[in-house]
């Protein structure tokens, strides 16, 4: 609370933090000679391992249809870009254009460009030798994410989103609720770097994430902000949490640390103004000059009066709407 009253550059992760974090599936492309159901089993199960939000939303449309999922071997999570496990002996990669590029096997990204240009995340599914397809996972934006970038930018605070998703479907996220600054494809230990490069740059730093990727960062940042409906890892190390994930808490929490810190210093003010007019007068050192004096009593009274008008003071933030 005392720090954030300073922050001039509120930092975002997309996914549940500017979006509800719950995408599904809604495109399916299937480039293999597998028909729809198994093309989906095989990406199912691979997902069916993984904690990624997306996995949700594949897992979820797959139980929906009730295709049938397959025992994975090998299983790894590849950071920052997808995953990989083995399927009777077949080595599989499920993820965005980063893995495919990393594969060094050809796919036109052409073909997902018009996808990710609504805002849509790629899920690419390969072999080790060729793209078997992909399907595209949307998320919504949240309600309030608009307009509490606009209130910041009111603010006079700088918003800027970080993602490890595709770089289009980011920026079109970011259009819609007004982020002009968008960093995409950061791994975990980029996003912790581009807060310690806008530190170093003299900014004051705010993080707001939930994920496990976001832990780092949320605990570089001068005040990391996990929400509610984050991973228990975010609220950990987070210093201020928002309770239902609601991110326009972020803007009252802003003002509230403006508020409290502009009465502390009002506060140090008169308590200061008081005592240097006051004591001195109260110990008669104005009576040889002006032949001021001050009764003992009035003095106590005095002395009380000023505790309850920093008091009174302190109270008044609780009458102000944030
Ligand atoms: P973010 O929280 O911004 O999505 P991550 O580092 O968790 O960041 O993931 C970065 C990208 O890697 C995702 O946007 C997605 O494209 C890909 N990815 C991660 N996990 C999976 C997964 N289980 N299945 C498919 N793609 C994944
Ligand atoms: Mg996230």
Redesign the pocket.
């Known amino acids: 609370l005392e720090k954030l009253h300073k922050v001039d550059t509120v930092v975002v992760?997309?996914?549940?933090t500017i979006t509800i974090g719950k995408p599904t599936l809604v495109d399916i492309k299937n480039l293999s000679d597998k028909s729809d159901d198994d093309f989906i089993s095989v990406l199912a199960s691979?997902?069916k391992?993984?904690?990624?939000?997306?996995?949700h939303a594949?897992t979820g449309y797959a139980e929906s249809k009730n295709i049938a999922l397959n025992p994975v071997s090998a299983f790894e999570?590849?950071?920052?870009?997808?995953?990989q496990g083995s399927i009777d002996g077949v080595e599989y990669f499920?993820?965005?254009?980063?893995?495919v590029k990393d594969l060094n096997i050809a796919f036109d990204t052409k073909a997902i460009e018009q996808f990710t240009a609504q805002g849509k995340?790629?899920?690419i599914l390969a072999t080790k030798q060729k793209v078997l397809g992909f399907v595209m996972v949307a998320d919504e934006v949240k309600a309030e994410s608009k307009q509490a970038v606009a209130d910041l930018h009111k603010l006079k605070i700088r918003v800027v989103m970080?993602?490890?998703?595709?770089e289009k479907?980011?920026r079109y996220i970011a259009s819609l609720v007004g982020i002009d600054d968008v960093v995409a494809?950061?791994?975990?230990q980029d996003k912790l770097e581009k807060i310690k490069g806008l530190q170093m740059e003299g900014r004051v730093v705010a993080m707001a994430?939930?994920?496990?990727?976001?832990a780092p960062a949320l605990a570089q940042a001068d005040v990391g902000i996990a929400m509610g409906t984050g991973t228990d890892v975010a609220i950990e190390s987070a210093g201020i949490t928002l309770l239902h994930g609601d991110i326009s808490k972020l803007v009252k929490a802003i003002k509230l640390s403006r508020m409290t810190m502009s009465g502390i210093k009002q506060n140090l003010f008169w308590a200061f103004i008081y005592n240097i007019v006051g004591i001195p007068l109260a110990a008669g050192a104005f009576y040889p000059i002006f032949g001021w004096l001050l009764n003992p009593v009035f003095a106590g009274l005095a002395m009380a009066f000023s505790s309850v008008s920093v008091v009174s003071n302190s109270l008044r933030i609780k009458t102000k709407k944030l």
């Open positions: 992760d997309k996914t549940g691979l997902e391992k993984s904690e990624h939000p997306i996995a594949i999570g590849l950071q920052g870009r997808g995953i499920a993820g965005n254009a980063k893995l995340t790629p899920v970080l993602t490890g998703d595709d479907a980011a494809h950061v791994l975990p994430g939930d994920g496990v990727n976001d």
